[in-house]
């Protein structure tokens, strides 16, 4: 074979390469632990407006230090995952680069996103109290009232270390300062109705079998109980309780988000960024929120009819880069009042 025969032949198998693997000239590569139902009807959107072809990896943990360990070589553009406790943690792994962008800077609001730009909130949920529908009548309630002693033995809870309560109590700090944070967190053990244990769900559970009467929840937990075809026995706990938003007459409730980062080595970093845009788009808003019955971070874009339904959602302002700071005070506090012990027998 002739040197141009072998290289006409080599580019005949590149062009077959090129059409065979892929139709698309740009991709975009995300690493995510949210589930594929919520993902899919963004990427196929988003695929469909752009041409960009989205490429997913789901996992249930451990994708920072996979990140990590693929280092300079990780395909990694994208991280979608939830709570800033793992937004901030995997900016903490160094595994997350900074974003500048006019337009998510526009859309998302600066107390969802870090100042730095290494990770953005996409929706918001609020971690609120489930009543009794039957045994509580109050409309109104603050998270300082957890530790009020008329509350005793009837409060149930996830463990204080789990991330979603970490959070919380970061707020706390935040909000009142250490002391009475933790002074706080005694009172509020002291009224568990049983050590913590299970998800937030459980906790909506035991109002139900009536072991307790007030259950600390992320808000959407009340729309995938209310819709849960597949175990309607959660319909009937949804049933049995009322969504109170606490402080709703002050400061507001606490939020968390799910949010987005850049990967630190990000080989697709411009696809990266329409993708990340996207996200904070309108449409993209309403479609991610209403997968999983949240709230979208975007003014203007509203939450869907049932999530309205549980009532008005007043958020508390303070940013999630100073709850993410706090973060490992409130641990050790959970640990020094011995929280998950539960309440004194
Ligand atoms: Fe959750």
Same mark, same amino acid.
């Given at each position: =074979?002739?040197?141009?025969?072998?290289?006409?032949?080599?580019?005949?198998?590149?062009?077959?390469?090129?059409?065979?693997?892929?139709?698309?000239?740009?991709?975009?590569?995300?690493?995510?632990?949210?589930? %594929?139902?919520?993902?899919?009807?963004?990427?196929?959107?988003?695929?469909?407006?752009?041409?960009?072809? #989205?490429?997913?990896?789901? /996992?249930?943990?451990?994708?920072?230090?996979?990140? *990590?360990? &693929?280092?300079?070589?990780?395909?990694?553009?994208?991280? =979608?995952?939830?709570?800033?406790?793992?937004?901030?943690?995997?900016?903490?792994?160094?595994?997350?680069?900074? #974003?500048?962008?006019?337009?998510?800077?526009?859309?998302? %609001?600066?107390?969802?996103?870090?100042?730095?730009?290494?990770?953005?909130?996409?929706?918001?949920?609020?971690?609120?109290?489930?009543?009794? *529908?039957?045994?509580?009548?109050?409309?109104?309630?603050?998270?300082?009232?957890?530790?009020?002693?008329?509350?005793?033995?009837?409060?149930?809870?996830?463990?204080?270390?789990?991330?979603?309560?970490?959070?919380?109590?970061?707020?706390?700090?935040?909000?009142?300062?250490?002391?009475?944070? *933790?002074?706080?967190?005694?009172?509020?053990?002291?009224?568990?109705?049983?050590?913590?244990?299970?998800?937030?769900?459980?906790?909506?559970?035991?109002?139900?079998?009536?072991?307790?009467?007030?259950?600390?929840?992320?808000?959407?937990?009340?729309?995938?109980?209310?819709?849960?075809?597949?175990?309607?026995?959660? *319909?009937?706990?949804?049933? @049995?309780?009322?969504?109170?938003? %606490?402080? @709703?007459?002050?400061?507001?409730?606490?939020?968390?988000?799910?949010?987005?980062?850049?990967?630190?080595?990000? %080989?697709?970093?411009?696809? /990266?960024?329409?993708? =990340?845009?996207?996200?904070?788009?309108?449409?993209?808003?309403?479609?991610?929120?209403?997968?999983?019955? &949240?709230?979208?971070?975007?003014?203007?874009?509203? /939450? @869907?009819?049932?999530?309205?339904?549980?009532?008005?959602?007043?958020?508390?302002?303070?940013?999630?880069?100073?709850?993410?700071?706090?973060?490992?005070?409130?641990?050790?506090?959970?640990?020094? #009042?011995?929280?998950?012990?539960?309440?004194?027998?």
């Amino acid at each position: =074979m002739t040197v141009s025969a072998r290289l006409l032949a080599g580019a005949a198998l590149l062009s077959v390469c090129a059409t065979t693997t892929s139709a698309f000239s740009e991709e975009v590569n995300v690493y995510s632990y949210r589930q %594929p139902f919520l993902l899919e009807p963004l990427t196929s959107a988003f695929t469909e407006k752009t041409g960009i072809k #989205v490429n997913v990896v789901f /996992a249930k943990k451990g994708l920072g230090e996979r990140i *990590k360990a &693929e280092g300079a070589n990780s395909p990694a553009d994208v991280i =979608m995952t939830v709570d800033i406790g793992r937004l901030d943690g995997a900016r903490a792994l160094g595994v997350t680069q900074s #974003v500048t962008s006019d337009v998510i800077s526009a859309n998302v %609001p600066a107390a969802y996103r870090d100042s730095e730009g290494h990770w953005f909130g996409l929706t918001t949920r609020a971690r609120i109290t489930y009543v009794s *529908k039957d045994r509580v009548t109050d409309t109104a309630l603050t998270y300082e009232e957890l530790a009020d002693p008329k509350w005793n033995g009837k409060i149930c809870i996830r463990s204080g270390q789990h991330p979603y309560n970490i959070s919380l109590i970061a707020s706390m700090i935040a909000h009142k300062g250490e002391a009475a944070a *933790k002074e706080w967190l005694e009172g509020f053990k002291s009224n568990l109705a049983r050590k913590p244990s299970g998800n937030d769900r459980a906790q909506v559970k035991g109002i139900y079998s009536g072991e307790c009467d007030v259950a600390i929840g992320n808000t959407y937990y009340m729309g995938k109980m209310q819709t849960n075809d597949k175990d309607p026995e959660q *319909k009937d706990w949804a049933d @049995s309780v009322r969504i109170v938003f %606490p402080n @709703s007459e002050d400061r507001g409730s606490h939020v968390n988000i799910s949010g987005m980062a850049m990967a630190k080595h990000a %080989p697709n970093r411009d696809a /990266a960024v329409k993708f =990340m845009e996207y996200l904070s788009s309108d449409e993209a808003q309403k479609i991610y929120a209403e997968a999983n019955f &949240e709230y979208p971070v975007k003014a203007g874009v509203g /939450a @869907s009819e049932r999530v309205k339904s549980w009532g008005e959602l007043k958020a508390d302002e303070l940013t999630l880069n100073e709850i993410a700071k706090l973060r490992k005070r409130a641990s050790e506090l959970v640990d020094e #009042v011995a929280f998950d012990d539960g309440p004194a027998s």
